[in-house]
Every structure is written in structure tokens, then in C-alpha cells.
């Protein structure tokens, strides 16, 4: 996102706004003036009663002019800023929906967090409040100099004395201005983030019993952001003093020189109020635009990491073809190696046949959840291409992928609302009988009609009022429900019970009708009827066949089985002990 092209549009989408600070400032300045010539008036005692109630009358009205066009201005720029915020968190939600693992990998949800809140309202400050600020400080100067000249050039000479220094102050100011703003954010972005791991993670800390630990080293981030916040104040604040110093020496000298054109008779004693009125206005609004620089750099950095998000490459460029059709699947000749990693995968050749089911077996790490990813267009391959139904992942836009693929993970996602919502993710429009049996389908809906509430039961974050089986059964619901033509099961029985693996199992084998799965495999015994059985280790493919086939012929394979077996067993005289 370009900060001058978002600001040229909020510009033109302020310029009412922006007529009523013109209007504003008018109003206040004649208003002012007014007010001069009545204090002449009333000195040298000509005024009369008509006079008086006019000129009252006249300061009266330009007034509420004034106050009816701050109201105005201010109810317009919030508007714009709002509309603003709006459109960047839509804009940040969909492309972070695009984005691939390997950005959320790098950028923590503690930043991202602090983006969508703390960045994000930045950007409001700055558009509601210090840009129609900047407009009427740049403007009033303005005014009141041409105002200046028109009653004593000299005194508006004298006036912009103290400019020269100001701009001086500013300019070598502005990188220690800039590196102190950066201490400020990366120590409130290091603050804010561990402050979201602690409170996210308290139970397991307290489990743990390492609360002091813990609570220390959040506590001493917390420090250091308050030390290095006070310790870059002092490039902000020795640079403002001296602005207003230099400034206000501008209306000294006015004060001087006018005092001596009042004593030689050259300046009347109105004109020399006036004066002095309009040079404390010019100063006050020019000081302001010193102040106003800090909102100009807090923006800049707001935007900086808003552009993380909004800047950050789609894995998929070009995305065209918005229907896909079921059909076989195939890797060719697919190398893909993780940013910043050593990880690859190698020269992956693999079909998996339309409504078949194909078992990815292997150690941990050696590639069975990023060839899924890969298969549901999370990353791009470096080289060679995956095919489905002779159309490459990547000409399909995000939607027409989505519609095609359904997956189960090792750890059911939930969000913190009721069931039947959560259920409900795998097909919006579906109605409730049509929920109720795909959760009875998953083996979930006798539990749920138990509850309270049923299915307007609140299962609260990541659904921590349900046990791990529950929240898995609910997942595979969802996936009942969304009737994808090609499901990616990664390890979805890998961490519940005996109890709840069966249920889940039998689940399992109703959703696979009719389907081409790819299944990630933990417990081995679940996936010796494959129609196919993948053998991977570190990166590459050690062999394809059926279960009996890879026994015969594939000694890492047989390892594997013979190593689970012995696990079984051991499980299994625990159990009846």
C-alpha cells in the first residue's frame, strides 16, 4: 500500500472537510479582527450604541459560524477516517485469508494482532484528527502573513525571524525524530506480543509451576519498554523547545519593532494590538506544525506495517479458472524447499486416482503435511507442477480450490461461538436438520443433544469447553457437511483416545465414500487397506504400493510396521492392566 497514494485519496474524499477548516479559520480571523477594531473604537470613545451591537452582533455570528464549521469538519474527516479503517481491515482480512503457512510462520499473531488494532488506529488518529489539524495549521499561516503584509510589511518581516532556525531545528532533527519513534514501536510491538503469550498460554505456565519465571521476563520487557520510551523522549522533546523558542522570538520582535513605530507616532495603538494578535496566531499555528510532525512519522511506521500485510506476495499469482472438477490427482516432478530453511522436497512424481484412497506414511519431518499443503495450493512449488484433473493447483482462484478440497488436521479448529455456527462453516446456507445428520454421521450428535443448549451450545476459544475427541468429531462434521469432492486428512487421530479414535474411524470411512483422500497416517494399523501407501523419508519418496506389497519389498516400510506393532501391544496390556 502507497502512504501518498492512500493520503491523496483521503484527501479527496476530506475536500467538504477540508472547505470547512477554510471556513473555520475565515470565521476566527475576521472574528478576531473585529474584535481589534472594537477595542480601537471604544479607546478613542467614537463608537456608538448602532456600532456596538453590529460589531457584537457581526463577532456573535462569525462565532457560531465557526463552531457550526468546526462540528462540520470534524463529524466529515472522522467519517473519511472511519471509512478509511474499514476498508483496510477488509483489505487485510482478505489478502491474510490468500497468504500462505510460511507468512504466518515469520510474522507471530502477537504482530499481527498488534497491526489490525494498534496500526490500524493509528491511522485513524491521524486522518480524523492531525491531517485536518496540518490542513488548518498550514492554512492560518498563511492567511495571517498576507494579513500581516497588508497592514506593516516590516512587523511581517520581522514576524517569520524565528522560521529559518525552526526548519533548521526540524530538518536536523528528523532522523533522530525517526529512530526514536522506531525504539518506541519495536519495544511496544515486543511488550505487546509477549503480553499476548502470557495470557494465552497462563495455564500451561501455571501447570508448569513457572508463574515467577514466566511473569519476570514479561515483566522486564514491560521495563524496557517504559525505559527506552523515556530514553528516545529526549529527541522529541530538546528539538520542541527549541522550535517554540525560536518561534516566539518572531513575536518578540514584533513587539519590539512595533513599540518603537507606536512611540514615533508611525503605528496607531489598534494596529499594534493587531499586530501582536496576528503574530502569536502565525506562531502558535506554526508551532503546531512542529508538534504535528510526530503524528506524520507514527503514521508513516503505522502504514510501514500495515504494508507488511497488504505488500506481502500471494503464493499464487494469476489465479483465473473459478470452477474445478474432481478428478485424478498428480504430482510432476515437484521440488519445493521452505524460505529460509534447509527442508526440501525432491523430485516428487505421484497420481492418486480419482475416488481412491493414498496413505502418506513416514517419520516426522520428512514432508507427508507440506506435500498436502502443496496439494491445497498453501505454497508454490520451486519447480515441476500439481495437476488435478489435468488443470495445474495454481490456474484455480482460491474459491474454486476451496470447493474442490476439504481437510481434517491433527488439532480440530474451532472459534469461540455455538456448534451448530461451527458445524455450519462446511456450508452456510445448510439447514439445521441437514447439521443434525452430519453430526450424527461424525458420531457427535448424541453428545450434543445432551448439552443444555444442543446446538446453540457457546463452546467457547478454540472450544475449550469440549474434550479433544469432541472437538474433533465436531471438525470431521464440518467436513460431512461441506461434501468436497477430495479430502486431506492430516493425522486426524493422532492425539485422541482409544474411545474416541474407533468413533472417529467409523466416521471416517462414511466420509470417504465416494472421494479421493489423501490420508497422513500416525497409527499405521488404520491404513493398511489403502489403495495405495506412499513411503516418504526425508524429503523423497521411498516407495508406492499396497500394504502387503511394501512388506514384501521395502525394508524401511517393514521397520515402521514391525515398530508400531510393538507399541500396540505394549498399549494394549496397559489397557487390561
Request: proline share 3%.
Amino acid at each position: 500500500m502507497k502512504r501518498k497514494q492512500f493520503i491523496g485519496e483521503a484527501r479527496r474524499e476530506n475536500l467538504g472537510s477540508n472547505i470547512l477548516i477554510t471556513l473555520r479559520i475565515l470565521s476566527d480571523l475576521l472574528a478576531q479582527l473585529g474584535a481589534v477594531y472594537l477595542v480601537s473604537l471604544l479607546i478613542t470613545e467614537t463608537v456608538t450604541r448602532k456600532q456596538l451591537l453590529v460589531i457584537l452582533g457581526g463577532i456573535l455570528f462569525l462565532y457560531l459560524t465557526k463552531g457550526i464549521c468546526n462540528y462540520g469538519a470534524t463529524k466529515k474527516a472522522h467519517e473519511t477516517a472511519y471509512n478509511a479503517l474499514t476498508r483496510i481491515r477488509l483489505d487485510i482480512i482478505r489478502h491474510l485469508k490468500k497468504l500462505s503457512p510460511g507468512f504466518f510462520s515469520e510474522h507471530p499473531s502477537g504482530e499481527l494482532m498488534n497491526i489490525m488494532e494498534h496500526d490500524v488506529e493509528q491511522v485513524e488518529v491521524y486522518l480524523a484528527h492531525a491531517l485536518p489539524e496540518i490542513m488548518g495549521a498550514t492554512l492560518l499561516p498563511a492567511l495571517i502573513f498576507m494579513g500581516m503584509l497588508f497592514l506593516e510589511w516590516r512587523l511581517a518581516l520581522a514576524m517569520l525571524t524565528g522560521l529559518p532556525l525552526m526548519f533548521l531545528v526540524k530538518k536536523l532533527s528528523a532522523k533522530a525524530w525517526a529512530r526514536g519513534f522506531k525504539i518506541y514501536f519495536d519495544h511496544e510491538n515486543k511488550m505487546k506480543s509477549e503480553l499476548m503469550e502470557y495470557v494465552r498460554n497462563i495455564a500451561v505456565i501455571k501447570a508448569f509451576g513457572k508463574e515467577e519465571d514466566k511473569s519476570g521476563q514479561t515483566l522486564k520487557t514491560a521495563r524496557e519498554y517504559v525505559y527506552w520510551v523515556k530514553k528516545s523522549m529526549g529527541a522529541f522533546t530538546v528539538p520542541m523547545g527549541l522550535i517554540d523558542i525560536f518561534m516566539e522570538s518572531g513575536v518578540l520582535l514584533v513587539m519590539v519593532i512595533g513599540s518603537l513605530f507606536l512611540v514615533q507616532g508611525t503605528m496607531t495603538i489598534p494596529r499594534f494590538i493587531l499586530s501582536i494578535v496576528l503574530a502569536t496566531g502565525f506562531t502558535s499555528a506554526i508551532g503546531k506544525t512542529a508538534t504535528l510532525q510526530h503524528s506524520k512519522i507514527v503514521f508513516k511506521e503505522a502504514m510501514h506495517h500495515i504494508s507488511k500485510i497488504l505488500d506481502a506476495p500471494l503464493p499464487w499469482e494469476g489465479m483465473k479458472e473459478t470452477r474445478a472438477n474432481p478428478g485424478d490427482i498428480s504430482f510432476d516432478a515437484v521440488h519445493f524447499t521452505y524460505p529460509g530453511k534447509g527442508f526440501e522436497l525432491k523430485d516428487i512424481n505421484l497420481r492418486l486416482p480419482e475416488k481412491s484412497l493414498t496413505a502418506l506414511v513416514g517419520p516426522s519431518g520428512c514432508g507427508k503435511s507440506t506435500l498436502a499443503h502443496l496439494l491445497m495450493g498453501f505454497w508454490k512449488p520451486q519447480k515441476g507442477s500439481i495437476f488435478i484433473r489435468g488443470k495445474t493447483v495454481g490456474a484455480f482462484t482460491q474459491e474454486a480450490l476451496a470447493s474442490l478440497i476439504a481437510s481434517v488436521q491433527q488439532e480440530a479448529i474451532l472459534f469461540n461461538t455455538s456448534i451448530l455456527e461451527n458445524i455450519r462453516l462446511g456450508k452456510p446456507e445448510a439447514s439445521l436438520e441437514e447439521v443434525r445428520e452430519a453430526a450424527r454421521k461424525a458420531r457427535i450428535h448424541h453428545v450434543i443433544e445432551k448439552l443444555p443448549q444442543e446446538y446453540d451450545t457457546q463452546i467457547g476459544e478454540m472450544g475449550a469447553k469440549l474434550s479433544g475427541g469432541e472437538k474433533q468429531r465436531i471438525s470431521m462434521a464440518r467436513m460431512i457437511l461441506k461434501d468436497a469432492p477430495i479430502l486431506v486428512m492430516d493425522e486426524a487421530m493422532a492425539g485422541v483416545d482409544r474411545e474416541n479414535e474407533g468413533l472417529i474411524q467409523e466416521a471416517l470411512e462414511e466420509l470417504r465414500e465416494n472421494k479421493t483422500v489423501l490420508t497422513i497416517a500416525h497409527h499405521l494399523r488404520t491404513i493398511r487397506g489403502s489403495d495405495q501407501i506412499v513411503v516418504m523419508n526425508e524429503g523423497k519418496i521411498l516407495d508406492t504400493g499396497i500394504h502387503e506389497e511394501l512388506l514384501d519389498r521395502c525394508g524401511f516400510y517393514r521397520r515402521m510396521v514391525e515398530a508400531q506393532d510393538k507399541v500396540d501391544v505394549w498399549m494394549l496390556k496397559e489397557a487390561e492392566a
